[in-house]
């Protein structure tokens, strides 16, 4: 059985850091993009980040873009977030995903499995 299991998450000041982690199991992640798609309160589902098979290819939201970096490490079948200059806006539940094909993709309707999440919360 697949599992995302997130990690991380936690209440932080405005301008810190948080690191994500997202540990596949039931599945080797290898050969599939992997996301980061985050919903906060009253929003819809938005896209973060995502990060080819290969790890050659990663894609950002504008909104994140130069704060946060998406890695992987297929050895550790685990794919991870480091989110630094965290605002306020930021506040969250963060979603791991994994693609349906090795192919970096934006679409939330390109993943298969998603994990549970992990609450983000940035004070002012």
């Known amino acids: 059985q697949v599992q995302l299991v997130e990690s991380g998450g936690g209440l932080v000041q405005t301008g810190g850091s948080l690191r994500l982690s997202c540990a596949a199991s039931?599945?080797?992640?290898?050969?599939?993009?992997m996301d980061w798609f985050r919903q906060a309160p009253g929003k819809e589902r938005e896209f973060v980040a995502t990060i080819s098979a290969s790890g050659i290819r990663t894609y950002y939201a504008d909104s994140v873009k130069g704060r946060f970096t998406i890695s992987r490490d297929n050895a550790k079948n685990t794919v991870y977030l480091q989110m630094n200059s965290l605002k306020p806006e930021d506040t969250a539940v963060y979603y791991c995903?994994?693609?349906?094909?090795?192919?970096?993709?934006?679409?939330?309707?390109?993943?298969?499995?998603w994990g549970k999440g992990t609450l983000v919360t940035v004070s002012s």
């Open positions: 039931g599945h080797i992640i290898s050969s599939r993009a």
């Open positions: 995903a994994r693609g349906k094909v090795p192919v970096a993709t934006t679409d939330v309707y390109g993943m298969d499995y």
